[in-house]
Each structure stands twice: as C-alpha cells, then as structure tokens.
C-alpha cells in the first residue's frame, strides 16, 4: 500500500483520513482476502481437520475490522488456532453438548467465523461496544447480535452459556475491570458452562523487552507494568489519552485468585496458547 503513503504527501493533511479508508477497503475486497484464505488452503502445513474447516470459513473481511492488517494468512490462522484452544479446554473441562455460545468481544468476526462452521447447532450471540463490528457478524455470520456496555454491571447478554470465548479483552483492562469482567461471565454461565478467556504473560513481556511488538504504551509505561507484574502478578497503564482502557499483564497466579474469589475454578491453561501470544485460560463455576 505504498501508493497511499505517497498521495498522502501530495493532498491536504484533512483528507489524510479519507485515504486511510481507501486503504481499508481496498486490502478488504472479496477477492483479494478470497485469494488469500486460498493460498492458506494450500498450505501443506495445515492438519486436515484445520483444512476441512478452514474450506467452510466465510472469507469475506470486514473493511473496519481493525485486527485484519492485509495479511489474511496470519488473520484466518488466528481463528484456527482460537479453535484449537477451544477444543483443548473443551475435552479438559469434559463439557457436555454445547447449544449456547457467547462471543465478547466479538469484533468483527475474526474467531466468530470459525465458531459458526465448528459449532453449526449452537445459537451464537455476539456482543461488542463496536456496533458496527456487531452489525457486520450479525448480518454475515447469521449470529445474534448485542451491544456491549462498559457497565458490565448493568448488562446482560441474555445467559445462559454453555461457551464464552473472550479473546483478548482482558488484556485491555485494569484489575478493578479484570474483576467485574470475569464477575460478569459467571453471571453468564450455565451451571456446567466453559469461560474461554486469554491475557497478557509471559509472551508478552518477551515480546515488548525485546521490542518485537508496539503495544501502544510508551516506555517508561511498558518498564512500570513489567515491574508490577514481577512484584504483585498484575501489571497495567492506560493508552495515552485512554482512561481504564489500556495494556494489562496478568500472571496465572493472579488469575486464579481473581477468579476464585468470584466463584470460577480453572480447568483449563495453555501458555502463549492463541497464537503462540496470549496465555488460554478455561474456567468453570465452583461446585
């Protein structure tokens, strides 16, 4: 997309925006993001049952999906490996039949298109603060769709869930929104029911000393929440102009103890387990 950092130095800085939306939806277009779930089929590296479920996934990408960068073998293979962490905390939760499933935040579609084709009797509910992310995986995925509200308190996505898949959403939050975040999905949770959430540890904080990664935070931030983490097993700063919403490093530990103490056991970890990035967590309510 060299072409547009190149008009940008030839129009006026007010239609800068308008160029970014030109990028969006070229890198978007059907055939382009068709062409490259293709060259995913055809890669040899795939297990047949990555393959056979990656042929049903729809390809079509959303324009605004900001976690689709134009790399779509990367975007589709985040979605297969959410999956593989799903049916891994499945078989270690030894849950039942799966009618309802929860998806927060949904975005726009990048796990919810996989979940729709892996779990194709379930009612899936999609919920998200960004409404047109919503709009899009109800009006392409064919799934229920709910507008968040960052009062987890005073929401309800209508449980209860036999699955909740929260990709990183966690990893956005401060302890206080960690604590009403999980307190939430119990409330959510049908008596046997699965939480799937994944955060911020390890990984993480190899990936941001050894500057592989731009998590949006300045140094100094990213040196204080590596050192927060170290000492209380929780780390978080705020995005620059963000209030509450920001980066967050959490320890197993630390997880386990918030998540105790709302009633939810882990039974289910896998470390850098989405993506070989983020740490898996299954939780389910306490006996």
């Given at each position: 997309?060299?072409?547009?950092?190149?008009?940008?130095?030839?129009?006026?800085?007010?239609?800068?925006?308008?160029?970014?939306?030109?990028?969006?939806?070229?890198?978007?277009?059907?055939?382009?993001?068709?062409?490259?779930?293709?060259?995913?089929?055809d890669d040899a590296g795939l297990e047949v049952k990555e393959r056979e479920l990656l042929k049903q996934v729809e390809s079509r990408i959303s324009p605004g999906d900001g976690m689709y960068t134009?790399?779509?073998?990367?975007?589709?293979?985040?979605?297969?490996?959410?999956?593989?962490?799903?049916?891994?905390?499945?078989i270690a939760a030894q849950l039942g039949s799966i009618s309802r499933i929860l998806d927060l935040p949904c975005g726009h579609g990048r796990v919810l298109r996989f979940l729709v084709r892996r779990f194709p009797q379930a009612q899936?509910?999609?919920?998200?603060?960004?409404?047109?992310?919503?709009?899009?995986?109800?009006?392409?995925?064919?799934?229920?769709?709910?507008?968040s509200e960052s009062n987890l308190e005073q929401?309800?996505?209508?449980?209860?869930?036999?699955?909740?898949?929260?990709?990183?959403?966690?990893?956005?939050?401060?302890d206080k929104g960690v604590r009403a975040l999980l307190a939430f999905f119990a409330r959510q949770l049908a008596p046997q029911g699965l939480l799937i959430v994944t955060a911020h540890g390890e990984r993480v904080i190899q990936r941001m000393q050894d500057q592989e990664f731009d998590y949006g935070i300045t140094p100094d931030s990213t040196a204080s929440?590596?050192?927060?983490?170290?000492?209380?097993?929780?780390?978080?700063?705020?995005?620059?102009?963000?209030?509450?919403?920001?980066v967050s490093l959490t320890s197993p530990e630390w997880i386990r103890r918030a998540a105790a103490e709302i009633g939810l056991e882990e039974v289910y970890f896998r470390s850098r387990g989405w993506d070989d990035h983020q740490d898996v967590y299954g939780l389910k309510l306490q006996k």
């Open positions: 997309m060299d072409y547009i950092q190149k008009l940008k130095g030839l129009v006026p800085r007010r239609l800068h925006p308008y160029l970014g939306a030109v990028r969006r939806r070229v890198r978007a277009l059907p055939a382009r993001t068709r062409a490259q779930h293709q060259r995913l089929l134009g790399d779509g073998a990367h975007y589709y293979k985040v979605g297969l490996s959410a999956i593989r962490s799903i049916e891994e905390a499945i899936i509910t999609t919920a998200d603060l960004d409404r047109k992310g919503v709009d899009f995986c109800a009006r392409v995925f064919g799934a229920e769709g709910i507008y929401f309800s996505a209508g449980g209860q869930f036999d699955l909740i898949w929260c990709g990183s959403l966690v990893t956005h939050l401060n929440i590596i050192e927060a983490y170290r000492r209380r097993g929780f780390g978080f700063a705020d995005y620059p102009g963000a209030s509450a919403y920001g």
